[in-house]
Nanobody, 124 residues
């Protein structure tokens, strides 16, 4: 399984960005896809997740109401739409995946596959 994240960049506070994560090398119907982020000097933090087959979504407290995770089955792609960005959203964002049955908590150790990160920088 390979994951390729893209879409990061530099934006001003209050603006939006959409990240994409293209998955390949497997059948993802029974997978969970997630986004994590890591700011300098901080632990990797859960952002959002989606159980691919049923579309159930989960969010970290700090992004609820601002970020939306979705997926496109035909493109094997998960998206993270980020609205009303804040400087504290600045981090490297990673997409991750694992078989859905194996995920019982949204923590980095629960994910089996990781993509390379994409940098998101929000200026004030």
């Amino acid at each position: 399984v390979q994951l390729q994240a893209s879409g990061g960049g530099l934006v001003q506070a209050g603006y939006s960005l959409r990240l994409s994560c293209v998955a390949s090398g497997g059948t993802f119907t029974d997978y969970a896809m997630a986004w994590f982020r890591q700011a300098p000097g901080k632990d990797r933090e859960f952002v959002a997740a989606i159980r691919w087959s049923v579309g159930i979504t989960y969010y970290g407290d700090s992004v609820k109401g601002r970020f939306t995770i979705s997926r496109d089955n035909a493109k094997n792609t998960a998206y993270l739409q980020m609205m009303s960005l804040k400087p504290e959203d600045t981090a490297v964002y990673y997409c991750a995946a694992a078989p859905s049955y194996s995920v019982y908590e949204w923590s980095p150790r629960g994910m089996a596959y990781w993509g390379k990160g994409t940098q998101v920088t929000v200026s004030s």
